[in-house]
Structure formats: C-alpha cells, structure tokens
C-alpha cells in the first residue's frame, strides 16, 4: 500500500517479481507496475515514488524487508554509485535466465512471427575483466561518498573514474575496476597519483578550465595495450606525465595523446598523435590479425565476439561460392573474418574512416576477395549500386541499437537474398526488423549470446531464410 511522508509517496512491502526491459526490477502494487533499481526478485522492499505516469510509476528502495535468495554479494566496493555492473547483486546463472527471457519476449511481443526452439543464451568465459577499452574522465570536482561528505577532514575533490549516472559533470573516482584486466588499475592509478603530486590541473567541465580531460586504456587478446591521454591545452607538463607513462609502463606498446579544447571529449575529428610505439595494437582472430587505431571500432569483448562471429558463420553455411553483403561492417571484422570461406565479400558502412581501417585489415592480411564501400546505408544500399554491384547470396547485418532503417528493410526485401544473418545488440529493435521482414523471411535459428556480464544488455543473431 501507499503512504504520503511530507510530499513524497512510499510504497510499502513491495514484492519484487521480476526484471523487466533496460535492466529493471518490476512489481505490482494496486494494480499498477512499478519499476524500481538496485533489487533483485524475490526482495521485499519499501520504495520511494521518483516518477508516476498513468500505466507505470518509478521508485527507489529505501528499506529492505528481506533479501531474495536469488542475490549474489557485489565484487566491487563502487557498485550503487556507478553506472557500470549494476546487476552484481544478481548471480550469473540468474542473468543469463533474464536475458534469455528477454529475447524470447521480445520476439513474441513486437516480431509476433512464426518461431522455432530458442537456443538456450551462450554464456560469457570470463564474468568479470572481460572488457578491452575503457574511458576515464578526469574532473577537479569529483564526487563525494557519504564517509567523506561526514567526515571533517580536508579532501582532495580531483578524480579519475566514471560519470556518475544521470550527472554530466560528476565524475566517481575508481580505485579499482572489474571491467579490465591488469595493468589497466595500475596504470589509472598510476597516471592519477602522478598527476595529482606534480599539481597538473584536473579539467573543470563546467568551467572549462585545467589540463587533464580524459584516459582511454586498450589492450588485445596478443596482450598488447594502447593508452591515449586527452589534455585540453598543449603544455610543457603533458610530456612530463607521457615520459613517466612511457617508463612506469613497458606493456604499453602504443601511447598516444590529443589536444581537445572542445567542448566535449570526442575525438573523432582531431588529430591524435603518437608519444610512443605503434599508431595502432593488433587484435587476432583465427590468424586473421586486425589493426584497431584510438578511433577504430572493435568489439569491446573479443573473447565472446570470437564466439559471436562464427555463430554468424555457422548460420550463414557458406561454400566458397556466395557473395556475401557485411552491412555496418564497421571496420570490416566481420566481412575479413568470412571472407576465407566465400567467394566475394562486401562490406559497407557510414564511417568513411572505419571503411579505411576494413581496406587494411583485408591488405595486411592478405585478403583480397573485400570490397568496402562508405555511406549512409539507406542511400548506399540502392538500386544503382545493385545494378553495378553482384547479387548477394548472404546478407550479414549487425545495425545500432536503432536498429535499421525502414528504406534499408524494404531493400532487403527487394533483393531477395536466400538468408540473411541479423546479429544484434538490441533484441527490441531487431523484432520489429524481423516482423517487417516477415513476409518474405522465416525465422529459423535463433541464438542470445552473452558479451557483457553483470549488466542488462544481450546480444542476439537470427538465420533468416527466404521463404519459398
């Protein structure tokens, strides 16, 4: 039931019962659904009302009656404040029951078509340190915990971390991350306590004042790292903290830096410059090598994008015969990956330099039955460019989480490829992709895969067959 505490509506002895879309909790009280953070089902909790609307309302816990069984106890001392691994108080056998459940609901509640027998998720390897890119931002007022907000002592307000959710210019300084493998942590910490004894300036986002703006680590699967530090003024103390990068970390293969005095902390259109080693690290998958630069797009779990990419194979069934079209091929990871088993393969993206990075990828390893082209796909893919180009047998497509456009699905339908490979990261936007497709596709095969543990998101890949 409700009770009114001054303004603010409390729900109490809310039975937790499941989770719902974008990583939520869900409940019941008086007929209304509640979506409530930071619980797990089978919790019974009191909770404050943040938001009401007329079929749903928002709420956070603020009293836990009893704990679920199904809980794990959080690894990480900054869960709660951090917007990173918010379903560490879920064990993983019970995520992947939740993200598999997701796909399934999505696909009977928005594609509505004729399914066959769900291939139970394909869990991840490794639950914790899985990832190989991570983004810190630099801030001179960081934020507090509630210790330090009691506590009467003078505090050091500079940081090195995250954004806290919902709060551009607050920044929760990291000690230690889950998300990389060593020497990620020490290299963060590092670079910070450095900083932080040569007095450089931590950037002030509302003011637009200070040095220090942003870290970004990479490392790949051949162990090899690339560290790019953003500054917002080129300055003599830049290469003071670049040299003692350079000696304090020998696994750095690849250390690069950026002037931004932007006003945000893109990059896509500076110039980024190398201090040290290489311009790029290299990724490896089946002997197929990938140079991935501070710009280029690689899948942030390689482990479980191996896994992910001959799943596409394995759907695709190729002979060495077809002509296979990779749309948002990216940097090609794909389209080189099958490109061994097809007789052509064309890739074709919107990022003119990620297109760029494809043709390299092909050139150094050897591959020369590519083809990339760029563009917005739903002017690309068209009848001029199918009239000058083969009639793909395959279609592979791997979207954002938009999902594709209605111009580049009525394509698809014209062409009449006999499959088409859908891998996605949105099972939302993909089953309304399939339903538009349904009537010239059957749904045949589909597998959820797992690349982001102790979060909501779930990857999914469908076979799509052209019906007869």
């Known amino acids: 039931m409700g009770k ?4 603010q509506k409390i729900l109490e002895q809310v039975l937790i019962e499941g989770i719902a879309a974008e990583g939520k909790c869900i409940a019941r009280v008086d007929d209304q659904v509640v979506f409530i953070e930071k619980v797990a089902p089978g919790d019974v909790v009191d909770v404050r009302v943040t938001r009401k609307k007329s079929s749903f309302m928002e709420a956070t816990p603020i009293k836990f009656h009893s704990y679920s069984k199904d809980r794990a106890e959080p690894f990480c001392e900054h869960f709660g404040t951090c917007g990173g691994c918010k379903w560490q108080h879920i064990p993983y056998n019970i995520q992947l029951k939740y993200k598999h459940q997701q796909v399934v609901d999505n696909l009977e509640r928005i594609a509505k078509v004729e399914l066959p027998e769900i291939t139970p998720i394909l869990a991840s390897e490794n639950v914790q340190f899985y990832r190989n890119k991570l983004e810190y931002t630099f801030s001179n007022w960081r934020w507090l915990t509630r210790e330090e907000i009691d506590t009467s002592e003078e505090i050091d307000r500079r940081g090195l971390g995250f954004h806290v959710p919902g709060s551009f210019d607050k ?54 790292w690339m560290v790019v530090v ?46 040290h080693g290489q311009a790029y690290m290299t990724e490896e998958m089946e002997g197929i090598q990938f140079r991935v630069g501070p710009k280029s797009f690689y899948q942030t779990n390689a482990i479980q994008a191996y896994e992910l990419y001959k799943i596409a194979r394995s759907y695709a069934g190729l002979t060495g015969n077809e002509v296979v079209y990779d749309l948002y091929t990216g940097t090609g990871t794909i389209a080189n990956f099958l490109a061994k088993d ?99 596709y059957k749904v045949t095969r589909v597998q959820p895969v797992d690349m982001f543990p102790q979060t909501h998101h779930v990857e999914n890949v469908i076979l799509l067959e052209l019906r007869n």
């Open 342 to 440: 097809a007789k052509k393969v064309i890739g074709l993206e919107y990022v003119e330099a990620a297109i760029e990075d494809a043709k390299v990828n092909s050139e150094i390893n050897g591959i020369e039955n590519t083809e990339f082209y760029a563009g917005d796909m739903k002017d690309l893919l068209n009848d001029e460019f199918m009239a000058t180009h083969d009639r793909p047998d395959i279609i592979i497509t791997d979207p954002p989480r938009a999902g594709m456009h209605q111009d580049v699905v009525n394509m698809l339908l014209k062409i009449e490829a006999d499959k088409i490979v859908y891998v996605s990261c949105n099972p939302a936007t993909q089953s309304r992709d399939i339903a538009l497709l349904d009537p010239k």
């Open 171 to 224: 920044i929760l300084d990291i000690k230690k991350c889950f998300l990389q493998p060593d020497p990620s942590n020490k290299i963060r910490n590092g670079v910070k306590d450095y900083c932080r004894e040569h007095d450089i300036p931590f950037y002030d986002i509302s003011k637009k004042t200070g040095s220090l703006r942003n870290l970004i680590i990479r490392n790949s699967v051949l162990n090899e």
């Open 4 to 7: 009114f505490r001054g303004k």
């Open 230 to 275: 953003q500054f917002a003024l080129d300055q003599e103390h830049n290469f003071g903290l670049l040299e003692y990068m350079k000696t304090s970390f020998p696994e750095i293969t690849s250390l690069q830096y950026v002037i931004n005095n932007k006003a945000n902390e893109t990059f896509h259109d500076l110039e980024v410059k190398v201090y």
